[in-house]
């Protein structure tokens, strides 16, 4: 059984959540700031379709990425040397999230419907949820976001209009996250695409521990701006480093 969340029902421990489907803990309560940010703080994030009940998770084990041990490989270092693109933070980050929502090939319908939507917009207004952009020739073609808690990033979809424009921005995050100080990206599920971008599972617990170690680090507050100095050289010593 899963705890149904009235309005000030807290959260139950992450670990009470169940094995099948894989870290499902509670249903019910809203997207208020204070709700996603409580649940954040404890490792749990919303995901639920339109019409269901609001779904919380807290799956075992954790798909992160540590940014010191982040390297682009040789074909995507390629790519970010041809610079034919320009990377923004916090520029449009309706545009990023309603791309998100979009759906994808052979699909129907998105989780990211208007409640979502509009959920973390409210926490973007807030300095918490940031996106990451690529634009090439004036247009947004990729990109990512996530809500940043202390030294955590807790990435949330990424999407792109011709290739490598997620990954683009997701280098300049991971090389971004780096530089300013944070410890942990996390990821969530496991996928085959977040694989080759060097991210690993961790225990649940190992997830946890982590969470309570850097969430009450000093948060860099909103909106993000582009860290011109540092980001590329630092793609380029994390490649070359890897060799």
Same mark, same amino acid.
């Given at each position: 059984m899963?705890? &149904?969340l009235?309005?000030?029902?807290?959260?139950p421990h992450?670990?009470l959540a169940l094995?099948?489907?894989?870290?499902l803990? =509670?249903?019910?309560?809203?997207l208020s700031?204070?709700?996603?940010?409580?649940?954040?703080? #404890?490792g749990? +994030?919303p995901? +639920?379709?339109? *019409?269901?009940?609001?779904?919380?998770?807290?799956p075992?084990?954790? %798909?992160?990425?540590?940014?010191?041990?982040?390297?682009?490989?040789?074909?995507?270092l390629?790519?970010?040397r041809?610079?034919n693109?320009?990377?923004?933070?916090? $520029?449009?980050f309706t545009?990023v999230i309603q791309a998100?929502?979009?759906?994808?090939?052979g699909?129907?319908?998105t &989780?990211?419907?208007? #409640?979502m939507?509009?959920a973390y917009h409210r926490?973007?207004l807030?300095g918490?949820? @940031?996106s990451f952009?690529? &634009?090439?020739?004036?247009k947004? /073609?990729?990109?990512?976001?996530?809500?940043?808690i202390?030294?955590?990033?807790f *990435?949330?979809s %990424?999407f792109?209009?011709i290739?490598? =424009?997620?990954?683009?921005?997701f280098? @300049?995050? /991971?090389a971004h996250l780096?530089?300013s100080?944070f410890?942990?990206?996390?990821c $969530?599920? @496991?996928?085959d @695409?977040?694989?080759?971008l060097?991210?690993?599972e961790?225990s649940? #617990?190992?997830?946890?521990d982590?969470?309570?170690?850097y969430?009450d %680090?000093?948060?860099?507050?909103g909106?993000?701006?582009?860290?011109e100095?540092?980001?590329?050289?630092?793609l380029?010593?994390?490649s070359?480093?890897?060799n």
């Amino acid at each position: 059984m899963i705890t &149904w969340l009235e309005p000030d029902t807290p959260f139950p421990h992450p670990n009470l959540a169940l094995h099948e489907p894989n870290g499902l803990l =509670a249903a019910g309560g809203d997207l208020s700031p204070e709700r996603l940010l409580s649940a954040y703080r #404890q490792g749990i +994030f919303p995901w +639920f379709s339109e *019409g269901e009940p609001t779904l919380w998770w807290s799956p075992d084990p954790r %798909m992160v990425l540590y940014p010191k041990e982040f390297y682009p490989s040789r074909s995507l270092l390629k790519t970010l040397r041809n610079g034919n693109y320009e990377v923004r933070i916090d $520029q449009n980050f309706t545009a990023v999230i309603q791309a998100c929502a979009a759906p994808r090939d052979g699909q129907t319908g998105t &989780w990211i419907h208007t #409640q979502m939507e509009e959920a973390y917009h409210r926490l973007h207004l807030l300095g918490y949820a @940031h996106s990451f952009e690529t &634009w090439s020739e004036g247009k947004l /073609v990729g990109g990512l976001y996530g809500v940043a808690i202390g030294g955590l990033f807790f *990435g949330e979809s %990424m999407f792109s209009l011709i290739t490598d =424009a997620s990954k683009i921005a997701f280098c @300049h995050l /991971v090389a971004h996250l780096y530089l300013s100080g944070f410890k942990i990206l996390d990821c $969530q599920m @496991h996928t085959d @695409h977040l694989s080759t971008l060097k991210a690993r599972e961790i225990s649940r #617990q190992e997830f946890l521990d982590a969470v309570k170690s850097y969430r009450d %680090m000093p948060l860099i507050p909103g909106p993000w701006t582009v860290l011109e100095r540092g980001v590329r050289d630092h793609l380029w010593r994390a490649s070359h480093a890897s060799n």
